[in-house]
């Protein structure tokens, strides 16, 4: 996703109403978002749910996204506050069963800890969302989602080595990208 990409969209968007468009920007940053959801409250299902919401938020504010400076650090904070706010709500209920909660973090991280840990992450999402389209799937898949290679190959229609090249190139840009940090 580049600037200028979503830029044209936004405006779209906002000039046209244009619902295509409003679709083909939560194609181009669903995966990306709902990763940032997942992140926080580690549950699929409420994951989706925070994203589904904050897409319905964007496409009310859809007049003045053109305004946002940084509409990627923008999502970020919005999907970030919108899981802290799901699992504060969730948390209040009483009849919530222990397996549906996040498991505890075992060690406290001080608050500077906690933000540099959000900060890398932040990078982390950005740099993914650069990776090409085949090379940015397969780093998912393998390093994500726990998927052998060979289970990636045959889901893909590519060989073991291509998944392996793959993967290889996606932690070379990523490193690179996050050593920079000049992501954006």
């Given at each position: 996703?580049?600037?200028s ?9 906002k000039?046209?109403?244009s ?10 940053t669903?995966?990306?978002l709902?990763r ?9 299902e ?16 859809r007049?003045?996204l ?13 999907v ?12 209040k ?12 973090q075992?060690q ?5 800890e ?10 982390y ?7 090409p ?6 780093f ?10 060979t ?7 590519i ?9 290889q ?8 990208m ?7």
């Open positions: 996703m580049t600037e990409e979503v830029r044209k969209l936004l405006r779209q968007m000039e046209l109403d619902q295509t468009a409003f679709r083909d920007f939560y194609n181009m669903y995966d990306r709902f940032i959801a997942y992140y926080y409250v580690k549950q699929e409420w994951s989706q749910e925070i994203v589904l919401d904050v897409f319905l938020k964007l496409w009310k504010q007049s003045n053109l305004d946002v400076r940084n509409i990627e650090d923008y999502c970020f904070i919005l970030k506050n919108a899981s802290l706010n799901y699992l504060e709500k969730e948390s209920h009483s009849f919530i069963r222990p397996d549906f909660l996040p498991e505890p075992e406290s991280y001080s608050p500077e906690s933000l540099i840990s959000e900060e890398l992450f932040a990078l999402v950005k740099a993914l969302d650069r990776l389209g085949r090379c940015r799937e397969v998912i898949r393998i390093r994500e989602e726990k998927q052998s290679y289970q990636v190959a045959e889901e893909l229609g060989s073991t080595n291509t998944v392996d090249a793959q993967l190139k996606a932690i070379t840009r990523l490193k690179e996050i050593g920079r940090a000049d992501i954006d």
